[in-house]
């Protein structure tokens, strides 16, 4: 048996418009299983500043580490360089590669009919609409976790999106991937042709854009299948 104390720490990083409440089911079903989990906050103030803050998280543990980012955090631990970093999953993750934005592979594809409008508010943030979190973000799951999501949302800065990525680790280590097939936030071809140009492991799932929540099942086994196959 694996002595506990040998295992990876799971880092779970969150995307735009939540927090790392978004993760509490995963957690308790890894920490079930002896893991020692880690939900990572992100100032979401500039995607260097998203990657630093990161750093800083894995910088307090030791041993190796599995990075776990949903959908704009894809980009963040891709843009990790520490060699005790041992897979990647992306839960409907965006993963721009060299000299691309996060925009850029974000708007590749018509956006689904009902995918919210965007817009900068007066500070220069970008907010989700509230009704998004039923009709678009997490349309499979129950009212009191929409409403929950839409009153602890924390905004992005263009800041996040905008800027060119240098080599991403997917390059250079294992990546697996929950393609969502019900996302109306990243649409299901632009999934698609992320997790194959990376060469991910892919999981395709009628999940929709916020499965941490909605099937968080799911996200543990993608993970559990990682760990099993990076740390045998």
């Known amino acids: 048996m694996t ?9 779970l990083v ?17 920490g079930d299983r002896g893991y020692k989990v880690i939900a990572a906050p992100l100032p979401l103030a500039s995607l260097g500043n998203d990657i630093a803050s990161l750093q800083a998280v894995i ?7 599995v990075l776990v980012g949903h959908a704009y955090s894809g980009a963040v631990i891709s ?12 839960i409907a993750g965006l993963a721009p590669a060299q000299s691309e934005t996060v925009a850029d592979v974000f708007y590749r594809n018509e956006p689904h009919p009902l995918a919210p409008k965007l817009a900068l508010d007066s500070h220069g943030l970008i907010w989700l609409p509230d009704e998004a979190f039923a009709s678009a973000f ?32 997917w390059k250079d280590i294992p990546s697996w991937y929950l393609l969502a097939e019900q996302d109306r936030m990243i649409i299901e071809p632009t999934q698609r042709y992320m997790a194959e140009r990376m ?6 799932l009628p999940v ?4 941490s929540v909605t099937a968080p099942d799911a996200v543990v086994a993608l993970i559990l299948e990682a760990l099993a196959e990076v740390h045998r």
Not at 140 to 165: G, H
Not at 199 to 204: D, G, K, S, Y
Request: hydrophobic share 40%.
């Open 208 to 211: 929709d854009h916020a499965p």
């Open 199 to 204: 060469r991910a492991r892919v999981v395709a």
């Open 14 to 30: 969150h995307g735009a418009w939540v927090d790392g409440s978004s993760w509490a089911n995963v957690i308790v079903a890894l």
């Open 79 to 90: 843009g990790i360089q520490d060699e005790r970093v041992s897979a990647l999953v992306y």
């Open 59 to 65: 910088d307090r543990t030791q041993g190796s580490v």
């Open 138 to 169: 997490a349309q499979n799951a129950t009212p009191e976790d929409q409403a929950l999501s839409s009153a602890t949302q924390r905004p992005i800065s263009p800041a996040c999106i905008t800027v060119p990525v240098g080599r991403p680790l």
């Open 3 to 11: 002595d506990v104390t040998d295992l990876p720490t799971i880092i």
